[in-house]
């Protein structure tokens, strides 16, 4: 069975580590904070602990129904699960009912002290799955299960009927935007940012807003960039007003004008939950039309919003 283990290294370190290190944190807190695998040897020893798990094996395979018992800290409002959908090749491992050589698709449901909080469908390959949860004010204990609608068999001489093989399961904080944007044709596509009205090649629209994670040292957003001067050159220069909203509240403006743009703007206390990240909104007062082709309306050129890192001006 040595081709099924799948190894895995978390920030650097062995995902085994984690795994012990946690086990011992949460002893007293009632339950396992997560399981990071990479030892069989040690995660045997922690899903042995009595009551603690059912349905999955030291190999970390998971039968159709596992159930296991998790701490949930009060800093991490995401149930995620991670693993593999094994493909068994030829279909000989196919549960019962369905035609040989059609690959695994399942679909994992999520509950937590009983209640469902999510599904998802699983196809062959490694997956990702994550459930909001309501925040604790002091860590506890949760009962998480996990439900497969569909099974395989490992090939002989195992044949054991499982969904997938756990890479970790545990509760993590939900995932945070950068806290910068300077590679605008990349940097955009994460999800993340939930950018509007700005575009990869750095222009940005009468209004502009995306989502910033703040890091704990820094207190002031920056944005460079340069304001164009469209038309001809006799014609009136151009001038518009930029207003950076925070959250929802005015934090700055500042009167642009054709040429360089730099605004430095101090991040309003108590704007937003702790770890939440910060909605930026970019707003001008006036814009200007690219030339055609491409006719966009636009108020400036971005070069970089976001917290600058420690010690560059």
């Known amino acids: 069975m040595g081709r099924w283990i799948h190894r895995q290294r978390v920030d650097g370190r062995s995902a085994g580590y984690r ?22 040897q ?3 020893r922690e899903i042995g602990l009595p009551g603690r798990c059912v349905g999955l094996d030291g190999d970390r395979w998971a039968a159709q129904n596992v159930s296991l018992r998790l701490t949930q800290p009060p800093d991490r409002a995401q149930l995620v699960v991670r693993g593999m959908v094994p493909d068994v090749g030829d279909g000989a491992g196919r549960a019962p009912g369905t035609a040989a050589g059609t690959a695994l698709r399942t679909t994992l449901h999520l509950f937590v002290d009983g209640q469902h909080v999510g599904e998802q469908a699983l196809g062959v390959g490694d997956f990702e799955m994550r459930a909001d949860m309501p925040p604790l004010a002091t860590p506890g204990a949760r009962r998480v299960e996990l439900k497969f609608s569909d099974v395989t068999h490992l090939p002989a001489p195992d044949a054991r009927a499982v969904a997938c093989q756990i890479h970790s399961i545990g509760f993590e904080p939900p995932p945070a935007p950068p806290s910068r944007v300077e590679r605008f044709d990349t ?20 209004v502009a807003s995306l989502q910033l994670a703040q890091p704990g040292d820094a207190d002031e957003i920056t944005i460079r960039g340069m304001v164009p001067q469209i038309g001809p050159a006799t014609a009136e ?3 518009a007003e930029l207003v950076v909203v925070i ?31 910060l ?29 600058a890192p420690p010690g560059e001006p």
Request: cysteine-free; hydrophobic content about 35%; glycine content about 10%.
């Open 279 to 307: 909605n930026v909104e970019l707003r001008f007062s006036a814009a200007q039309t690219l030339p055609p082709p491409d006719g966009r309306s636009v108020g400036a050129r971005l070069s970089f919003i976001g917290f």
């Open 247 to 277: 959250d929802g509240k005015e934090a700055a403006r500042q009167s642009v004008s054709p040429g360089p743009l730099e605004m430095r703007v101090a991040v309003p206390t108590s704007t937003t939950e702790i770890d939440a990240p």
């Open 42 to 44: 040690s995660f045997r």
């Open 19 to 40: 795994s012990r290190q946690d086990a011992r944190v949460s002893k007293r807190e009632g339950g396992l904070r997560s399981l990071l695998f990479d030892h069989e």
């Open 237 to 239: 220069p151009f001038r």
């Open 187 to 206: 940097d955009l596509r994460n999800p993340l940012l939930k950018a509007s009205g700005l575009y990869g090649d750095g222009w940005a629209g009468p």
